[in-house]
């Protein structure tokens, strides 16, 4: 793959995400606080999981992930989320903004990754998508 710095851009997407997440974990408030507690949480672990993963895949492709918080404001596409109190309603929303935007992003990632025939990203990376597939499907389910 040629155009690593979209992996840093899809880093930096994480580590503004698990800050987010965990302000929706801890504020969001509701008939379903419970739920979407606990869901927010799964959301967060696993895009901690990804957060190191796609790191490590830029070691070992001879690239530097980015570290620094300030370096990861400024290459996230996906922006700090400002408030302290969201409906389920308003969480489950935002929730369906971001899977989306990380599921285009990691798509553009896979499919750039497959013409340059960078299989570890492809594999890496059609994980994510079919990861964030399923998550948009249990929103709508719960929008529905
Ligand atoms: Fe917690």
Redesign the pocket.
Known sequence: MKNYAKLNEYLSNLAVLNANL?NL??NVVGKQFVEI?EYT?KLYDDFFEKYDAVAELLKMKGEKPLTKLSDYLQNATIKELDGDKFTCEETVKILEGYLNEMKKLATDIRNEADEDDDFEVVMEFEEHVAGYSKELWFIRSMLA
């Open positions: 965990h974990h801890w507690h949480e």
